[in-house]
């Protein structure tokens, strides 16, 4: 497509009766000199976080290289295993004790995206480093409104200790702002969505949630400006302004219903209004919202965990009514192994649901899948060990070749690997956490 008007700013948006929506990427939005250039759009980082380990041996694929057969937990992905490439063999050495108190939830959790051995404490006085995240997302700058999105399923534990000496703030996210400032999920998909499509200065919070327990969509206030800026766009960014906005109707719905299932529950205070009864549509509902985020560009920075670590969550939808935590210290219980390695399996076909998402949604001649380095994992490989030196970890997305199986030594730390990833993502990083340098095996797609 070619622009030949002046193009529209980025932080353009529609407005109506005090509502503000922000605007997907759009062609208009490049200079028409870049209106077809592919590496003109912007690039993405999202992390895709399980608690509680990884029954490996059907993580792992038999065979390194191309051409491998997918075990069963990796099934879910068969529609996607050229755009994903399994990591074996990397680890966090900073996650070991080093002469702390055997805890390993407490160490290897922040430990996973910040490659840092961080301060046993149950106090105020955390210490751990800033995430890759974090550092992708100062290099972003204030290209976006927000310059990241931390979400996640189970609400964050009350102060104190969530493993032997180690302070809950250790295992409730996995995004460090610095190294005492962890950030914190959001888990409630209706605050999600107040924090992307709110306007506070417009609109109080006491007026915004009324809006929507009447049933109404904030759309309905930015139609007539959406009928006039579709009159000054292209085709194809019509096509896109139409997916974005029937995309934000519909997940507006479902949080309403949400909202409406909430209040039939005599008021409970221990349930916030917005959260689905079923864990199956919470987690959609999360995924929904984070890449509407990314192509609304509202934020290129984003992580979703599907729980807490040390979650004792059970899965009675899919026949294991077992607590998640307890099953991943199976003692080798073929029983337990088999329920732990289901859950693995159920956690995957999310991440594919994910990719599925991603690659629906067009940017340019190609799709929000295409610009996003995805990185999902655990703090550990096998949790009935702690093993924090072999994690199960993939990487997808266009950024770097796909359908592959690396094979690792087990004494590279995973830092190498999250500095490769910044490299991908143009930020001119020299180390990262522990790193020795980047991964080789990512830095030449």
């Given at each position: 497509?070619?622009?030949?008007?002046?193009?529209?700013?980025?932080?353009?948006?529609?407005?109506?009766?005090?509502?503000?929506?922000?605007?997907?990427?759009?062609?208009?939005?490049?200079?028409?000199?870049?209106?077809?250039?592919?590496?003109?759009?912007?690039?993405?980082?999202?992390?895709?976080?399980?608690?509680?380990?990884?029954?490996?041996?059907?993580?792992?694929?038999?065979?390194?290289?191309?051409?491998?057969?997918?075990?069963?937990?990796?099934?879910?992905?068969?529609?996607?295993?050229?755009?994903?490439?399994?990591?074996?063999?990397?680890?966090?050495?900073?996650?070991?004790?080093?002469?702390?108190?055997?805890?390993?939830?407490?160490?290897?959790?922040?430990?996973?995206?910040?490659?840092?051995?961080?301060?046993?404490?149950?106090?105020?006085?955390?210490?751990?480093?800033?995430?890759?995240?974090?550092?992708?997302?100062?290099?972003?700058?204030?290209?976006?409104?927000?310059?990241?999105?931390?979400?996640?399923?189970?609400?964050?534990?009350?102060?104190?200790?969530?493993?032997?000496?180690?302070?809950?703030?250790?295992?409730?996210?996995?995004?460090?702002?610095?190294?005492?400032?962890?950030?914190?999920?959001?888990?409630?998909?209706?605050?999600?969505?107040?924090?992307?499509?709110?306007?506070?200065?417009?609109l109080d919070e006491k007026s915004r949630l009324a809006q929507l327990r009447r049933q109404t969509s904030i759309l309905d206030f930015v139609m007539d400006d959406s009928?006039?800026?579709?009159?000054?766009?292209?085709?194809?960014?019509?096509?896109?302004?139409?997916?974005?906005?029937?995309?934000?109707?519909?997940?507006?719905?479902?949080?309403?219903?949400?909202?409406?299932?909430?209040?039939?529950?005599?008021?409970?205070?221990?349930?916030?209004?917005?959260?689905?009864?079923?864990?199956?549509?919470?987690?959609?509902?999360?995924?929904?919202?984070?890449?509407?985020?990314?192509?609304?560009?509202?934020?290129?920075?984003?992580?979703?965990?599907?729980?807490?670590?040390?979650?004792?969550?059970?899965?009675?939808?899919?026949?294991?009514?077992?607590?998640?935590?307890?099953?991943?210290?199976?003692?080798?219980?073929?029983?337990?192994?088999?329920?732990?390695?289901?859950?693995?399996?159920?956690?995957?076909?999310?991440?594919?649901?994910?990719?599925?998402?991603?690659?629906?949604?067009?940017?340019?001649?190609?799709?929000?899948?295409?610009?996003?380095?995805?990185?999902?994992?655990?703090?550990?490989?096998?949790?009935?060990?702690?093993?924090?030196?072999?994690?199960?970890?993939?990487?997808?997305?266009?950024?770097?070749?796909?359908?592959?199986?690396?094979?690792?030594?087990?004494?590279?730390?995973?830092?190498?690997?999250?500095?490769?990833?910044?490299?991908?993502?143009?930020?001119?990083?020299?180390?990262?956490?522990?790193?020795?340098?980047p991964l080789a095996e990512l830095t030449g797609a």
């Open positions: 497509m070619i622009v030949l008007r002046k193009p529209l700013s980025r932080r353009a948006m529609l407005r109506g009766a005090g509502t503000m929506i922000a605007l997907p990427f759009l062609e208009a939005m490049m200079p028409a000199a870049k209106a077809a250039d592919i590496a003109a759009r912007p690039k993405r980082l999202q992390i895709f976080y399980t608690p509680n380990g990884m029954m490996m041996q059907n993580f792992r694929p038999a065979t390194a290289g191309k051409g491998f057969a997918l075990p069963s937990t990796l099934e879910p992905l068969a529609p996607h295993r050229d755009a994903i490439t399994i990591v074996s063999g990397l680890g966090h050495p900073s996650a070991a004790a080093m002469g702390d108190r055997p805890a390993g939830h407490g160490r290897s959790c922040p430990a996973f995206l910040t490659g840092t051995h961080v301060r046993q404490t149950e106090g105020s006085d955390i210490r751990c480093a800033i995430s890759v995240d974090q550092v992708y997302a100062q290099h972003v700058g204030d290209a976006t409104q927000l310059s990241s999105l931390e979400l996640g399923i189970d609400q964050a534990s009350l102060l104190g200790s969530c493993d032997i000496g180690y302070s809950c703030a250790y295992t409730n996210g996995i995004s460090w702002l610095n190294p005492t400032v962890p950030l914190p999920v959001t888990a409630n998909p209706r605050d999600v969505f107040e924090r992307l499509f709110g306007d506070g200065d417009a009928a006039r800026l579709a009159g000054q766009l292209g085709v194809e960014d019509r096509r896109k302004l139409d997916e974005y906005l029937d995309a934000t109707r519909a997940i507006e719905k479902r949080i309403q219903r949400a909202m409406a299932s909430g209040a039939a529950q005599s008021g409970s205070l221990e349930r916030p209004a917005g959260i689905p009864d079923s864990f199956d549509e919470h987690v959609r509902l999360m995924i929904d919202l984070q890449v509407l985020a990314m192509q609304a560009d509202i934020t290129r920075v984003g992580s979703l965990m599907t729980g807490r670590e040390i979650s004792n969550r059970t899965y009675p939808e899919i026949g294991v009514p077992d607590s998640h935590h307890m099953l991943s210290h199976h003692g080798h219980n073929p029983e337990k192994m088999a329920k732990l390695a289901r859950i693995n399996q159920h956690h995957m076909e999310y991440f594919a649901y994910f990719l599925d998402r991603m690659k629906a949604v067009k940017d340019g001649e190609g799709t929000l899948l295409d610009r996003t380095l995805v990185l999902r994992g655990s703090a550990f490989g096998d949790p009935n060990e702690h093993d924090h030196m072999d994690l199960p970890v993939i990487v997808a997305g266009g950024l770097i070749e796909g359908g592959r199986h690396i094979v690792l030594d087990k004494t590279v730390t995973m830092s190498n690997l999250l500095l490769a990833a910044l490299h991908r993502l143009d930020v001119p990083a020299a180390s990262f956490g522990d790193s020795t340098g």
